[in-house]
C-alpha cells in the first residue's frame, strides 16, 4: 500500500513538472513530430491487421450465433457496426496497442535513465520531464485516436468482406444493415474511450521508464510492468467509462 502510493505521489509529480514554459519551442516541436511518427506509422501496420480480422471474426461469429429464421440478415452487420465502434476498435486496440507503444517508451526512457542522459540533460538545464515525457503523451493522445478511427472503419470493411466473401450476407443486406438504426452517440463515446486510453498507455510507460533505477535487468521489468499496469487501468477505465457515458 505504502508503494502504492509513493508511486501515485512520484506520477503526481512528474506529471505536474512536465508544464513548464519551454525552453526552446521548436526543439519540442521537432521532438513531438518525431513521436507522432514514431507511434503513428510504427503502429499502424499490426493495428490494421487486427482489427480488419476481429471485424471478419465477429460478423462470421454473430452470423453463426443468430440461427432463426425471424431474425433479419441485417442484424449481422448492425452488431458488428456496433461491437466494433464501442469495444474491439478502442478497447482490443489500445491493450495491444499499450503492449507496443507502452514498452517503446519505458525501454527508451529507462535507456536513457540507466545510461545517465537524463542527469546529463538536467545538468545542462534541461527540463528532462518537459522535453522527454511530455511530446510523447501529447503525441499520442494525438495520434491513437485516429488510429482507433482507421481500426473501426478497417473492422466494419472486414466484417463486411468476409460476410459477403463467405456468402452468410450480400453486399446490399449488409450496407443495408449499417444505415439502420445507427446511434451517433456510440462514435462519441468511442473517441472519448481512445483520448482516455491514449493517455494512459503514454503516461504510465513513461513513468516507469523515466524512475528506473539499476541496469539492463530493470530496464525489462520496468517495461514488462508499465504494460501489465496500463492494461488493467484500461480495462477499469472502460468500465468506469461505460457505467458512467452508457
Not at 521537432?30 to 482489427?51: D, N, R, T, Y
Not at 482490443?92 to 540533460?121: H, P, T
Not at 516507469?208 to 535487468?217: M, P, R, S
Request: overall charge positive.
Amino acid at each position: 500500500m505504502i508503494k502504492l502510493l509513493n508511486d501515485t505521489g512520484r506520477y503526481i509529480l512528474m506529471i505536474k513538472g512536465m508544464f513548464s514554459r519551454p525552453e526552446n519551442f521548436k526543439m519540442y516541436w521537432k521532438e513531438f513530430m518525431h513521436q507522432c511518427s514514431e507511434i503513428g506509422i510504427g503502429s499502424l501496420p499490426i493495428v490494421a491487421i487486427i482489427s480488419f480480422f476481429i471485424g471478419a471474426v465477429s460478423a462470421v461469429q454473430t452470423a453463426y450465433q443468430l440461427v432463426s429464421p425471424l431474425i433479419p440478415k441485417e442484424s449481422i452487420s448492425q452488431i458488428v457496426r456496433d461491437t466494433v465502434i464501442l469495444e474491439f476498435a478502442p478497447t482490443l486496440v489500445s491493450i495491444v496497442l499499450a503492449g507496443v507503444i507502452g514498452s517503446k517508451i519505458a525501454g527508451e526512457l529507462g535507456n536513457m535513465r540507466v545510461s545517465e542522459q537524463i542527469d546529463a540533460l538536467e545538468i545542462m538545464g534541461i527540463n528532462t520531464k518537459a522535453y522527454l515525457v511530455l511530446p510523447k503523451i501529447l503525441a499520442a493522445v494525438f495520434v491513437i485516436p485516429m488510429l482507433i478511427i482507421i481500426a473501426t472503419i478497417l473492422g466494419i470493411w472486414g466484417g463486411r468482406l468476409a460476410g459477403t466473401l463467405s456468402g452468410i450476407i450480400s453486399t446490399e443486406t449488409f450496407d443495408k444493415g449499417l444505415r439502420m438504426n445507427f446511434i451517433p452517440y456510440n462514435v462519441f463515446f468511442s473517441l472519448v474511450k481512445a483520448y482516455t486510453f491514449s493517455y494512459i498507455i503514454s503516461s504510465i510507460p513513461a513513468f516507469f521508464g523515466y524512475h528506473v533505477n539499476g541496469g539492463a535487468l530493470e530496464i525489462g521489468r520496468a517495461s514488462t510492468k508499465a504494460v501489465v499496469v496500463s492494461c488493467i487501468l484500461i480495462l477499469i477505465a472502460d468500465y468506469v467509462l461505460s457505467a458512467l457515458l452508457l
